[in-house]
């Protein structure tokens, strides 16, 4: 006994353990080595490396963890290489090495695609469109330069790279063009080798045989062995869970919770395991315990779900319980077999072996036993097994032969395992067909020795269709059920048309008669659907039910391609074809469908008889489906080719004694279509919607091929084979209308009252007509007329281009798949002939085709494929394109092609008795105005088929045609004339003077031979009359009507002007103020500084005198104008005023995270983002409208989970523009209107003072924490300890204080407190771990809403600057209003927020510690340094949260922030701020080597470009001591250059010590001017982005509008802004050592932090502790995609799930924001959110993008942007070459980057738009609710 039983363990036999190899050496020598020597090693090892772990059983034993594990790695150095190394030797590495070297593995690829893998096929070389490249065949070889389709694999394909029957040229890619040259044989591989593989492979393939089975009869084996006594050691059992695709996910993740105990998340991995792998392990106990649970879920009935019902419904799981011994063979035998197919492909001696091991039939591993016991097998083990059978012996054409033919052999087994069985086709070895059927020689041979074409149908007839038989005619109506299970049936007809799929160039005998035997099933099958799902009409009441009717149809969609085929086939082979032919006619007598046992009668018109048919399409039941009458219709057509005739045939037929007259041929499509008829004519409408949708599908693209056009076809062939008299009264009878047909139909109908029956029968009229109009005119048929297929095409294009513009795409699938894989290049071909392709314009279109303005005369109104709006639509559109070329209006009939000799009796129809006789008949009734039986469409359709006539013989085509002749005696020109003159049929004169026209033309080529004058005479009457007159009239009418819309016109512009003025009068006030505006601020001042700028251009750098500043000593002073605005919501006026009620706006606030996600940026950062569209609204009107929403929304059921943390924050959208909001921005006056205007002699407090005041006020405040003051410092004690001299109107002239200032009306704080909520509710969002919400007191509110504001401004800024616009270019408006009434806000708030009250609130304090915490670092450098700010996210709090608190004691005084000095001074504190940053982090070396790079050929010292030339003039001009000063500051302070100078010293140091020289030396970095000029334009631009966001700040707080010097079209300018703003923009005047600008700057300079970063620079090896922020930051980008769209897939063809180191992911997705690629949407990635457990994505947008994410998912081409739960599609940025996208690569064309639909994304995410567009799509479309948070 030698089994798995480690306690038993007494004697280790190490010495026979350690080396196997040795023991089958030895053997080997002996002579006997066996088989089972490797097995039994197998059974012995393979446990070793199964592993599990049950945990956590101490404490909660309910909720048990197991993780089973195979440990691959260890088993195959242990097992597999000493197998490989029994078989190749002592050193197998080497050997497989030199095997490689060699060279021949293989010349075909046949790499096998990984489920998602791309794959290529080549639309000009690809014999079908099976045949694919893997990628890395498709990139060696020529196809890629061809038009190539790519697609992803569903997995198990293989690719065909090499395979001569797959491609018509360069079958091979480079690399196995090379292999080609290889020998087959091998010098390693020799023939003893070949026989220790030979045994190797036979125990491989033996052991994995007799382990891999669900219930494995090894596994009984176990179990005797280790239950002996029933007495079972321990935990040695398992209990395994299969696949299958009856249960639900959630079903068993419900089962394994509650019977299994997993916990919830185990459950679910366990789901996935099984999903991906078939099984998995569930339990690890005693057999009892394992045999137990089995039972319990067994026993567990779990209802399946139903729609999936088969042969396994409402089973319940499958489980079984195994040794864990067999579980750990198993587990070794898939991973033996997943190295064994790697194995073969190593060389075809290998597989040679193999191929010859499988065909031994003694062996229970034969071929023939693999494919049979697929279906006992799951999913990963099926899988396995396929992948070894491709690469065994797929990749050699004799193997793939011999595994055909066993394949075929046991096709109808496998077939109907397939079909009982219940995994999806893929996990098949049934899907092996395509591998096989596809080889056209291999098909052939198939057909032609293996009988494969009737054993697939006979099969399918048995299995699928034969149950179903009720009087030889198939039903399925009533068995809805079988649905699942004859879609699995369907298969097999797939596998006919691979089979089919290309017709051989000549057929022998005995594929001849294979195929002959194959056509008998396919007859069998045609047989019993002729005449199926028939219908009778309903009379009485409607139908109790709607009769199932898709698996009819399903059944025809699949069988029609077949059909198709067998024509095509049968085409190409005379002997065929007659055979077929006769076969047809046969099977046609035989069935009895319509034409079975009916009486005939006779009827009579215009003198002809004929005897009818009498059956009564109304009473009797007809059927859609008539396989066999179309077949004989397809087969028909090629007659003609091979010389035959039905009537040649018709002797050979009599003689079998079968007979089919053309009346039996004819009449079941005649019946199919007199009932469509009449539906049309409304008499079936109690049959309810299911005939509707029957014939919606019957002209439908996708099945109309083998319907309705084989329909006419038949219908063409009875006209030509019947004299045509009688046929047009065989329709007639059908249709009813023979009485109708007689001339005293009047005057009978006089005593029949007009009733509903009446109707229809004009109705009836219309459609016999219109089918007449078919039948002659649909010929472009090959075989009815001299058309090829391609004029076929050209003709469906053609009208379908007359309805309107098609794209790429649409056009495509509205024409119909053709049969063989090249219709793609013949469409492309074709249309390219007849249309012009349109490129895109925009981003938002795709290119379309348009028709070729000559081919509008091809036009044919009554083109069959045509639905009645196409009709519709291209009539009016040929009208309309006839008036604007002056043409008739009309749609008068194309020139018909000329048919072929078999049909061109058809063309008698056109001059018989009852054809003229019913044209004179109508025109006659149009005559009469008492007529009743007359429609105008019956005027319109005999004047078609008069024309169709007319120009038949115009065409001479045949010579038989005498209509002038015969329509002479019908008197039609005369009539025609008539018809002309008639008023009432005005609307169809044009067509009937083309008529009369067409006509004429075809009497003056008779003229010659006629001569005669009657004609003559005639010609001159009408000639002169009619033309003229209809003409002339026409302009006549044109003219008065032109007239009277002139008057109208004119009268209403009187009307228009009268209203405006009233208007103006109205709101005249208004007018006038903006009049005003706009003159005082644009005009004058506009002109003044043209002047002035041409001034200073023309002295270069003298310093302008600015007087457009919105701040400093020369600022300009706002103008008060106050706006009116109408309310939106009442659309009454509303004005701001100072105490009333506010007027507020709605806007949005998100987190975002949008201009942090640059390289190098904290990952958790992120800020609120505020949106505002500016429609103004009444408070109170709005809070209406808000509780209105509000309860809208808590009536709405929650659609998802993720929405409850935004309870209490309720979407709403702006009741004027519909933009999503979630609170609202109050909107109120200018600020500076609050304060006194200072007068212009003014003296104010210097800056100096300013920094005093400030240093003192950090003191007092930082105090208050200290010592728990509850008072804030009053103005008059700071002043005094910061020992300013001034009077204390000087201070308040300086901040400009207001004294008594407006109380704000009570609703503000409702404002403010909504405003509040918003904020909160958005932080919290981005913290759900925050779960019970933050607490309002702790947070500080307000400096929140003025963080909220900067971010805002600087969002706007880089959003302005990525568009290309500069500050003065016009703003939209919601820009605009969001930046003022954000602004506006901050500063009002933080007026209103302070108080007199004592003790002080909560709020004022966290606001004084936050005031003092900033005030300290900015001016007494204990905080961070300047390297980390964000100089602009500090002046936004430093202006609104310091200055206010000086007066926070008086509630008679407030500040509010609106450009006083003390603003002024805080912009230049933090302007010097961001300056001495940019002086401190230039770096010279860089900037040189920049500058080098971007002029490569000048020096970059002395050749400066031109550019360059003021900044250095400039410097020249400075005296000497500011030049100094700069030099010195730079020196002293310059991190790169300090790092220079301490290394160089350093060095010279290490120098001088080798010298032993004692001498102090100091090394000084150089400095020249040109650094200089470098280092200022350094400055200039990193200064731009602060300069542009405080230029958009402040432009907000002053009301200053930017001069209109600011440039509009390029970039803004560095001394524009600074002039603006009050600055001085020459820089020099900074590094005055006098000014206390330098002193700021030396102080900001000389902070420790940067002193220490100099320190950490010189070794580069200490980690950094400054987090540096960028001066000018980078701009956000969105992930740089490939070009190629299948560069992009291959990226990711081999990813695997972070979760799951085996598996590929099933749904790549790529954050575009920072380039990961997540597992999407997918059972194994459901990370936690708070406490929700969610998609990969929705995790990963939560941190990446705060809460929003865009997301490419890569295999199906898509964009998605997630949201808070919410989600929505947008069109991909990857077109084709059409302009289209292809979302779910659906088409297959090379797809490319489309750079502007990629920025259209990046621009709504730099918006900030994203929440804006998901909610936007999600509204329009109301599509079922998508768990987006599972995404
Ligand atoms: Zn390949
Ligand atoms: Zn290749
Ligand atoms: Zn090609
Ligand atoms: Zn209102
Ligand atoms: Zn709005
Ligand atoms: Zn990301
Ligand atoms: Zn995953």
Redesign the pocket.
């Known amino acids: 006994m030698d089994r798995y039983d480690m306690e038993d363990v007494v004697v280790a036999p190490p010495a026979e353990c350690s080396s196997p190899l040795k023991e089958w050496r030895l053997k080997r020598q002996a002579g006997t080595l066996a088989r089972s020597d490797f097995i039994e090693f197998f059974k012995r090892e393979s446990p070793k490396y199964f592993d599990y772990q049950t945990g956590g059983t101490e404490t909660d034993t309910n909720a048990l963890t197991l993780k089973c594990m195979f440990k691959e790695a260890l088993a195959k150095e242990e097992i597999i290489d000493v197998l490989v190394e029994f078989m190749l030797g002592d050193n197998p590495a080497s050997a497989l090495e030199k095997l490689r070297l060699e060279g021949n593995t293989a010349t075909v690829c046949g790499k096998v695609f990984k489920n998602g893998e791309p794959t290529y096929s080549c639309r000009e070389c690809g014999v079908d469109p099976t045949c694919v490249l893997c990628v890395n065949c498709f990139k060696r070889s020529a196809h890629r330069f061809h038009k190539y389709k790519m697609s992803t694999s569903g997995g198990g394909g293989c690719c065909d790279c090499g395979d001569d029957e797959a491609w018509k040229k360069d079958h091979y890619c480079q690399l196995h063009l090379a292999n080609r040259k290889n020998p087959l044989e091998s010098k390693i591989l020799t023939d003893a080798v070949l026989e220790r593989a030979e045994i190797c492979f036979g125990a491989i393939l033996a052991f994995c045989v007799n382990y891999l089975e669900i219930e494995p009869n090894a596994s009984l084996q176990c179990l005797d062995g280790n239950v002996e006594g029933g007495q079972v050691d321990g935990a040695q059992y398992c209990t395994v869970l299969y696949n299958d695709e009856s249960h639900t996910f959630d079903q068993v993740i419900q089962t394994l919770t509650k019977i299994a105990k997993c916990k919830q998340k185990d459950a679910m991995e366990i789901v996935a395991a099984i999903d991906r792998e078939g099984r998995a392990v569930v339990k690890c106990d005693t057999f009892k315990e394992c045999n137990d649970l089995k039972s319990a879920i067994e026993n567990q009935m779990i209802p399946a779900s139903a729609l999936l019902s088969n042969s396994r419904n409402n089973q319940s799981l499958r489980t079984s319980v195994l040794h864990i011994g067999a579980v750990a063979c198993q587990q070794f035998a898939l991973q033996l077999l997943g190295w064994f197919q790697e194995f073969l492909v190593r060389h075809y001696l290998f597989r040679k072996t193999f191929t010859e091991l499988v065909q031994r039939k003694q062996e229970a591993f034969c071929i023939r036993h693999i494919l049979e016991y697929d279906v006992k097998l799951w999913k990963t083990a099926r899988t396995c097994w396929h992948r070894l059978l491709i690469s065994g012996m797929l990749m050699e054409y004799d193997n793939k032969m011999v595994l055909a033919q066993e394949f075929s052999r046991r096709y109808a087994t496998i077939v109907e395992d397939f079909i009982s069985d219940d995994h999806d086709h893929a996990f098949s070895i049934v899907s092996l067909s395509v591998q096989l059927f596809t080889v056209p020689s291999i098909a052939h041979h198939l057909i032609a020795h293996e009988g494969i074409f009737d054993k697939l149908l006979h099969t399918f007839y048995h299995v699928a269709i034969e149950k179903f038989i009720v009087n030889k005619t198939l039903h399925f109506s009533k068995n809805i059920a079988s649905l699942t299970f004859f879609k699995r049936a369907n298969y097999i007809l797939y596998d006919l048309r691979y089979l089919l799929s290309l017709k051989p160039e000549v057929l022998n005998d005995d594929l001849r008669s294979g195929f002959l035997e194959g056509c008998r099933a396919l007859m069998r099958v045609l047989n019993v659907m002729q005449g199926m799902e028939s219908i009778t009409r309903q009379t009485g009441q409607h139908m109790d039910y709607e009769p199932e009717w898709e698996c009819a149809f399903n059944l025809h969609i699949k069988l029609a391609t077949t059909i198709s085929q067998v024509i095509e086939w049968a085409s190409c082979d005379v002997k065929l074809l007659r055979k077929l032919y006769k076969m047809t006619v046969r099977a046609l007598v035989s069935n009895s469908f319509i034409v079975g046992g009916e009486k005939t009668e006779a009827r009579s018109v215009a003198g002809h008889v004929a005897s009818c048919l009498m059956y009564d399409v109304s009473v009797k039941p007809v059927s859609i489906h008539l396989p066999l009458s179309r077949f004989y219709a397809g087969i028909y057509l090629h007659l003609g080719a091979h010389d035959m005739t039905y009537d040649s045939l018709q002797a050979e037929t009599d003689a079998l004694s079968i007979q089919l007259t053309p009346r039996e041929i004819i009449e079941p499509v005649l019946c199919t279509h007199a009932m469509i008829a009449q539906v049309a004519a409304g008499m079936w409408r109690r049959n309810g919607y299911s005939l509707l949708h029957q014939l919606y599908f019957y002209r439908n693209v996708r099945c109309r091929v083998e319907m309705l056009d084989r329909d006419i076809v038949c219908l063409q062939i009875g006209a030509s084979l019947m004299e045509s008299n009688e046929f047009l009264i065989h329709v007639l009878n059908k249709f009813n209308l023979i009485s109708w047909a007689h001339s005293n139909y009047e005057t009978l109908l006089l005593e029949n009252p007009v009733d509903d029956e009446f109707m229809r029968q004009l109705s009836m009229i219309d459609e016999f007509l219109e089918l007449l109009i078919v039948i002659i005119g649909e010929r472009w048929m090959p075989g009815v007329s001299m058309v090829t297929d391609e004029d076929r095409l050209r003709k469906e294009i053609i009208q379908l281009l007359c309805t309107k513009s098609y794209s790429h795409s649409e056009l495509s699938r509205a024409l119909p798949d053709g049969n063989s894989g090249n219709s793609d290049n013949i469409f492309e071909d074709v249309i390219n002939t007849v249309a012009v392709f349109k490129k895109p314009v925009g981003a938002e279109s795709k290119g379309v085709y348009e028709l070729k303005e000559h081919l509008f005369d091809e036009f044919n109104v009554y083109f069959y494929h045509y639905t009645k709006e196409d009709k519709s639509k291209a009539e009016e559109l040929q009208r309309e394109r006839r008036k604007a070329k002056k043409e008739l209006v009309c749609c008068p009939p194309p020139m018909l092609p000329q048919l072929t000799p078999a049909f061109t009796s058809m063309a008698n129809i056109l001059q018989c008795n009852v054809f003229l006789n019913t044209c004179t008949l109508i025109m006659e009734r149009a005559l009469d105005a008492r007529s009743r039986s007359f429609t105008e469409s019956h005027l319109q359709k005999i004047l078609h088929l008069l024309g169709f006539a007319i120009q038949e013989e115009l065409s001479e085509n045949y010579p038989f045609l005498s209509f002038y002749e015969r329509s002479q005696k019908y008197g039609i020109l005369e009539k025609l004339d008539e018809l002309a003159r008639c008023p009432r049929l005005e609307a169809h004169r044009d067509f009937v003077l083309w008529t009369i026209k067409r006509y004429k033309e075809l009497q003056a080529k008779q003229a010659p031979s006629e001569g005669g004058a009657g004609p003559s005479g005639l010609q001159q009457s009408s000639g002169e009359e009619q033309p003229l007159s209809s003409e002339e009239q026409a302009r006549q009418e044109k003219e008065i009507r032109a007239r009277l819309a002139a008057e109208r016109r004119a009268k209403i512009m009187a009307q228009m002007q009268s209203a405006q003025k009233s208007f103006m009068k109205s709101n005249a006030e208004m007018f006038a103020a903006t009049d005003k505006e706009t003159r005082e601020e644009t005009a004058p001042t506009g002109a003044m500084d043209w002047e002035d700028i041409s001034d200073e251009d023309e002295q270069g750098a003298v310093a302008l005198k600015p007087n457009i500043a919105c701040l400093g000593p020369e600022r300009k002073f706002y103008q008060g104008s106050e706006a009116n605005f109408k309310c939106i919501l009442c659309f009454e006026n509303c004005a701001i005023s100072r105490s009333g009620p506010p007027l507020v706006s ?1 806007a949005f606030v998100q987190t975002s995270r949008v201009i942090f996600t640059t390289p190098n940026m904290r990952a958790s950062q992120s800020a609120l983002h505020m949106s505002c ?1 500016g ?1 103004v609204m009444h408070h109170s009107c709005w809070q209406e409208y808000y509780s209105n929403e509000e309860s809208k929304e808590q009536r709405r059921p929650h659609r998802n989970r993720a929405a409850l943390s935004q309870a209490n924050n309720v979407e709403f959208h ?1 009741p ?2 519909r ?1 999503l909001s979630n609170t609202v921005l109050p909107v109120t006056e200018a600020l500076p209107a609050f304060s006194p205007l200072p007068a212009a002699s003014d003296s104010y407090l210097p800056l100096d003072s300013f920094v005093e005041i400030m240093l003192t006020l950090a003191a007092d405040l930082g105090a208050i924490k200290d010592e728990d003051m509850c008072q804030l410092p009053s103005v008059s004690s700071i002043l005094r300890k910061s020992g300013v001299v001034a009077d204390m109107a000087q201070f308040e002239r300086s901040v400009q204080l207001i004294k008594d200032p407006p109380k704000l009306h009570s609703n503000y704080s409702d404002v403010m407190a909504f405003l509040n909520k918003a904020l909160l509710n958005a932080m919290q969002g981005q913290q759900p771990h925050l779960k019970d919400g933050l607490d309002p007191d702790n947070i500080e509110l307000v400096p929140m809403l003025w963080d909220t504001c900067s971010y805002t401004l600087q969002a706007l800024e880089i959003y302005l600057f990525e568009v290309h616009k500069p500050l003065k270019a016009e703003l939209p408006m919601r820009h605009q209003s969001c930046a003022t009434n954000l602004v506006r806000a901050c500063s009002r708030f933080s007026a209103a927020n302070r108080t007199g009250d004592l003790p002080m609130p909560p709020s004022m304090r966290s606001q004084a510690e936050f005031a003092a915490r900033m005030l300290d670092t900015i001016f007494n450098q204990k905080g961070t340094s300047v390297l980390e700010w964000d100089s602009f996210r500090v002046l936004v709090p430093f202006q609104f949260g310091v200055l206010n608190l000086m007066t926070a004691d008086n509630a008679a005084q407030t500040i509010i922030p609106s450009g006083s000095m003390f603003d002024y001074y805080i912009l230049q504190i933090m302007f010097l701020a961001h300056l001495t940053k940019a002086v401190l982090c230039f770096d010279v070396d860089k900037e040189q080597a920049k500058r080098a790079e971007e002029t490569p050929n000048a020096k970059p010292a002395q050749e400066m470009p031109q550019a360059n030339q003021s900044v250095s003039d400039y410097l020249e001009q400075l005296p000497d001591r500011i030049r100094d000063n700069i030099i010195s500051f730079y020196r002293r302070y310059n991190i790169p250059a300090r790092v220079l100078q301490k290394n160089m010293q350093k060095q010279l140091a290490e120098e001088l010590k080798d010298e032993n020289q004692q001498q102090e030396q100091t090394v000084v970095i150089p400095c020249e001017l040109h650094h200089l000029v470098l280092l200022l334009e350094y400055v200039q631009r990193q200064m731009s982005s602060f300069l542009r966001c405080a230029c958009l700040f402040y432009r907000c707080l002053t009301d200053v509008d930017f001069p209109d010097t600011f440039p509009t079209d390029q970039p803004d300018r560095f001394d524009l802004m600074c002039q603006y703003l009050g600055l001085d923009p020459q820089l020099g005047v900074y590094f005055d050592m006098e000014t206390v600008y330098a002193t700021m700057m030396h102080s900001f300079a000389s902070h420790p932090d940067i002193t220490r970063e100099v320190e950490q620079r010189c070794q580069p090896e200490v980690r950094r502790s400054v987090m540096l922020e960028p001066c000018l930051r980078p701009l956000p980008r969105l992930k740089q995609l490939y070009d190629d769209y299948s560069d992009l897939i291959n990226s990711v063809s081999d990813i695997f799930c972070p979760n799951n180191e085996r598996e590929e992911m099933k749904t790549p997705t790529m954050c575009l924001i920072c380039g990961s690629i997540l597992c999407g949407q997918s059972y194994c990635c459901q990370p936690e959110l708070g406490k929700l457990s969610v998609g990969a994505c929705t995790h990963h947008a939560h941190a990446c993008g705060a809460e929003v994410g865009i997301f490419l998912r890569i295999r199906d081409c898509q964009v998605v942007y997630l949201g808070r739960g919410k989600g929505c599609f947008v069109q991909p940025p990857y077109l084709d070459e059409y302009g289209e996208t292809d979302q779910g690569l659906r088409r297959g064309n090379p797809l490319r980057l489309c750079q502007s639909a990629y920025s259209r994304i990046f621009l709504q995410w730099l918006g900030h738009g994203l929440h804006e567009e998901i909610a936007r799509l999600n509204d329009n479309t109301n599509v079922a609710v998508t768990q987006w948070h599972h995404m």
């Open positions: 709605s569209c429609h702006c004027y523009c933009t």
